[in-house]
């Protein structure tokens, strides 16, 4: 048996807990768009065509933002051929996933079905075969009120109001060799200035994001992060990093670890952005928006875009069904979002629907969570209040990749308002299980709300359209204690979360 000691304590606060944390992304990718968000012909779909299965499992599933239209799918993409009357809007080739876009979905429809999700829009501009003009053109159509030609146009289209996005991707992975219009960093850190003055000029309240690397692997991180701030770093407000784990090699240690490779990436950029700052005596912090994370297995057969001749309409891609490892996985990615969120205020699971998604449909047929989906929904409902710095003394295994680890991860909220602390653990040990002990500290447990675990068994089960939610978070019935300690075990290979009743007895 491994064991955990974790101290929390009230007074000990990181960070709010950003709210934009739970925020997901829709791309035209696959059926992420056509055949998820949106099937005129599903029979739950309303007068906008939006599939209400689909709409109800968002809901449920609790995300607070979603960012759009992409992804490498933005590089390439006019904004302009989505909007307007459907039966004039051309269908053109999407480059980046090899597919035919038929327009028939565009920002106008993706702002009616964020109303409808009750989420906040992130919208990404084209700075691939685009620029600062068709950037500000976007702006001005989203957000002028009228008297404009493109905020008239809007209005036309029968959106009266503006559409008021505050939050704006400058490109997408424009350090990548697979992204149209790939730039250098300084080029591309240039572009991002340049546009976020003139996009500044017309609101200077606008929240802008740089594009960072695509991955902590790529051979350009860390310069290209320099280079680009270098550049930009008064204009912009966050630097996006992105990260996709999947398990190498069968190691599946490693694979529960991923987690170590998301505090290393944090840590970095924020280091990376703060010697920038520093070396221009700079009072402005550069903020992380981790917008693009997930669990892909990018070398299966479903992450293969067609070629040739071939270009589909809305091809299944990018569709891993997840097991309950990956669920396990995803609990503790977030576990690292958390305890960064005095810097990373903003993230994004990729995808939403079918393409790498917590939610998957059938075309005419049913919508059902994937595994992933429940340390996910638990977290974004019950991560709320403060996050509190969790001093952590457990003990070690050792994984391939990231050598020796802590067994235990954790992280943990306080909300003081409700009065309750909510512990998110991770056994990241494949066949030990841990006695966790939580000592509390400027508080007092009056009880446990509830603790769920997800994982310890079955960790290649996956959910199908009429199978079993196998991560349906089941009651761990081992915690005990009140007062100033709590203990609890974790299978294991397992996401728990412990839900604590506690006063604040700090003088
Ligand atoms: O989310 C899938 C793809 O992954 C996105 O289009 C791209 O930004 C990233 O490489």
Request: hydrophobic letters at 40%; proline letters at 6%; aromatic letters at 8%.
């Amino acid at each position: 048996m491994n064991t955990a000691r974790l101290l929390l304590d009230p007074r000990r606060r990181v960070a709010p807990v950003p709210r934009r944390l739970f925020g997901s992304f829709v791309e035209h990718l696959g059926r992420c768009v056509y055949g998820g968000i949106y099937e005129p012909d599903h029979p739950t779909a309303d007068a906008d065509g939006f599939r209400g299965d689909v709409l109800a499992l968002v809901r449920e599933l609790g995300i607070t933002t979603v960012r759009y239209p992409g992804g490498n799918f933005v590089s390439s993409y006019r904004w302009e051929d989505g909007v307007g009357p459907v039966d004039k809007r051309p269908a053109r080739l999407d480059l980046a996933w090899h597919s035919l876009e038929t327009n028939a979905f565009g920002l106008d429809e993706f702002m009616r079905w964020v109303g409808k999700a009750g989420v906040d829009p992130i919208m990404a501009v084209n700075l691939g075969t685009r620029g600062t003009a068709e950037a500000v053109d976007l702006l001005e159509y989203a957000n002028h009120r009228g008297g404009s030609h493109l905020a008239d146009k809007r209005r036309d289209n029968g959106a009266v109001d503006p559409y008021g996005i505050r939050l704006w991707c400058l490109g997408n992975e424009m350090d990548g060799p697979w992204q149209v219009g790939q730039r250098s960093a300084t080029e591309y850190g240039r572009l991002a200035a340049q546009t976020a003055k003139a996009m500044r000029r017309f609101d200077s309240d606008l929240e802008l994001v740089a594009c960072g690397s695509s991955y902590l692997g790529m051979p350009t991180f860390g310069s290209w992060e320099r280079d680009v701030l270098t550049e930009a770093y008064d204009d912009v407000d966050l630097i996006s990093l992105h990260a996709y784990y999947q398990p190498v090699d069968d190691d599946l240690p490693s694979f529960l670890a991923s987690a170590e490779d998301m505090d290393t990436y944090i840590d970095a950029v924020t280091a990376i952005a703060d010697s920038v700052g520093a070396i221009r005596r700079s009072t402005r912090k550069i903020m992380i928006a981790f917008d693009e994370w997930n669990v892909w297995y990018q070398s299966a057969a479903p992450s293969t875009p067609p070629s040739g001749e071939d270009w589909p309409v809305a091809p299944p891609l990018l569709e891993d069904h997840y097991s309950v490892a990956d669920a396990v996985v995803v609990g503790g990615l977030l576990i690292s979002l958390l305890r960064h969120s005095d810097r990373v205020t903003a993230a994004c699971q990729a995808q939403l629907v079918n393409v790498i998604a917590p939610i998957m449909t059938e075309p005419g047929g049913s919508a059902w969570r994937q595994t992933i989906f429940h340390p996910f929904a638990r977290t974004a409902r019950h991560a709320r209040g403060a996050v509190l710095d969790v001093l952590r003394d457990s003990s070690t295994t050792t994984t391939d990749r990231y050598g020796v680890v802590d067994a235990v991860d954790a992280v943990s909220t306080w909300d003081d308002s409700t009065g309750e602390m909510t512990v998110f653990l991770v056994n990241r040990v494949l066949d030990t299980p841990a006695e966790v002990t939580v000592d509390v500290a400027g508080a007092q447990v009056g009880g446990i709300i509830e603790c769920v675990t997800v994982g310890g068994a079955d960790l290649d089960a996956r959910n199908t359209a009429d199978g079993p939610d196998h991560a349906e978070p089941r009651t761990n019935d081992t915690a005990r204690g009140s007062g100033a300690s709590v203990q609890l075990t974790l299978p294991q290979a397992s996401w728990t979360m412990l839900r604590l009743r506690a006063t604040d007895v700090t003088p």
